[in-house]
């Protein structure tokens, strides 16, 4: 069974300060997410992370994914309050087409301090 | 374009009561996922849904829940009898089976269902 661990489970960080959101998984996967969520709202898609060395950036947020470490990192770059919310990580299970679910982390709480 | 929407957001019953969860997903979106959060926990995946078709149930906890997706659009999660143990945040995900976006999962803003 596909296992996948996240950490930290919560972050306080001041604004303008870097930090690095770490997801391990435990069997190979063809596919990686991030997702964002806000209080009382939905999971939003930050990042799908496809290959071998994929890195992709949006704004301040930079998600890679190194699949023979089977290890994912999201990287805040000069934080700002505005990046507050929980973070997940999510592993794609593809069995031969039988199912596509994901397999979520814990989910790590970020909260960003003036 | 409109996006996944859950009713109700929020429900409090009690223990014994049936509940039934309400998933529109996004138009045109053949899968429909359900997952559930509880207290302190990961988000589990509980079943698969291809237009009416049940493609994948096994994260379903027992056969206290049943879902049901007919004609394709929308689906319900139903829970009877309720259990204490069942209280926790209900998401709804979907995407299309080809095209933009097939490889991400939308999802909706969850119902938060506590049972007491």
């Known amino acids: 069974e596909l296992k996948v661990e996240q950490n930290p489970l919560f972050l306080s960080m001041q604004e303008g300060k870097n930090y690095t959101i770490y997801c391990n998984y435990s069997?190979?996967?063809?596919?990686l997410y991030w997702y964002r969520q806000d209080p009382g709202k939905s999971l939003e898609s930050l990042f799908v992370?496809?290959?071998?060395?994929a890195v992709k950036q949006e704004g301040r947020l930079m998600a890679s994914l190194d699949t023979k470490a089977r290890l994912s990192t999201l990287h805040i770059t000069a934080a700002v309050h505005d990046l507050s919310a929980t973070y997940f990580c999510?592993?794609?299970?593809?069995?031969?087409?039988?199912?596509?679910?994901?397999?979520f982390g814990t989910g790590t709480l970020l909260a960003v301090q003036p | 374009e409109a996006g996944v929407t859950q009713f109700p957001s929020h429900s409090v019953i009690e223990k014994g009561q049936t509940v039934t969860l309400r998933c529109d997903p996004i138009?045109?979106?053949?899968?429909l996922y359900w997952y559930r959060r509880v207290m302190g926990k990961e988000i589990k995946f509980l079943l698969h849904?291809?237009?009416?078709?049940?493609?994948?149930e096994s994260g379903m906890p027992n056969n206290r829940f049943l879902a049901e997706r007919t004609g394709g659009t929308y689906s319900t999660l139903k829970v009877q009898p309720a259990e204490l143990e069942d209280s926790g945040v209900y998401f709804c995900?979907?995407?299309?089976?080809?095209?933009?976006?097939?490889?991400?999962?939308?999802f909706g803003p969850g119902t938060r269902l506590t049972v007491l």
């Open positions: 995900a979907s995407s299309p089976l080809l095209g933009p976006g097939w490889d991400t999962q939308y």
């Open positions: 069997t190979t996967s063809d596919r």
């Open positions: 999510a592993v794609h299970m593809n069995y031969g087409g039988a199912t596509n679910k994901l397999i």
């Open positions: 849904f291809v237009k009416e078709s049940k493609q994948d």
């Open positions: 992370l496809l290959s071998n060395g």
């Open positions: 138009s045109g979106h053949d899968n």
